[in-house]
């Protein structure tokens, strides 16, 4: 497809002037301000398309090998969390686990998912906690959900992510992660930090793909 067709805006800081960064059965832009890499909305899926793909995700609430993989959000969160907290999951999925993990260990836990969980009063009250596992690599508003998020955080509290994250242009070209047609945007160490000065945030890494945002005020 010509990129002068192309919007190439960045959909997280809304900056217009994204370079081209890869091209393969899909186009994908870097942002010179923010560093997000995405794709164009023009090669998006449908939501019907976009649905079916996750309806296909076999996670489960009692799987061991699911709830180590989510140990890596788990661990390092529960560790800054006081005890009873109020969280929130964001993109629970079809097999809300994260939440469970949470609520399993004294937390009381809302959960929230575009296509399973789509309680939209979820998101207009104020949480000790956020987790967004995998989850923000497809949205296709990133700075309209990812501001919503952080309005429903109070004071000190804690926004986790986790999402695997771009190294540099020759690992994305093998990279497995980019294609996934429903992963729409790719996020590095220099994009979480342009969001943590942009929220007046502090960040950590404690893990692997997993980053920790903490409201100052």
Known sequence: MNNQTLDQTCPLCQHSEATPFFQEHRDYFKCSECSLVFVPPQQYLSKNEEKAFYDLHENRSDDPGYRHFLSRMFKP??????????????????????SIMFEEAGHEMEIYDSFYAP???????????????????????????????????????????????????????????????????????????????????????????????????
């Open 77 to 98: 969160l529960s560790q800054q969390l006081k005890e009873n907290s109020f969280g929130l999951d964001f993109g629970s999925g079809p097999g809300p686990t994260l």
């Open 119 to 217: 309680d939209i009063q979820v998101l207009q009250q104020q949480y000790d906690f956020i987790t967004a596992t995998e989850v923000i690599e497809h949205l296709h508003h990133p700075r309209i959900e990812l501001d919503r998020l952080w309005s429903c955080l109070r004071p000190n509290g804690l926004l986790g992510i986790m999402t695997k994250r771009v190294l540099n242009q020759e690992a994305f070209q093998n990279w497995h992660y980019k294609n996934d047609l429903t992963h729409i945007c790719f996020y590095s160490l220099e994009t979480f930090q342009w969001l943590a000065n942009y929220w007046n945030a502090t960040c950590s890494v404690p893990e692997k793909d997993v980053i920790i945002f903490r409201k100052l005020n």
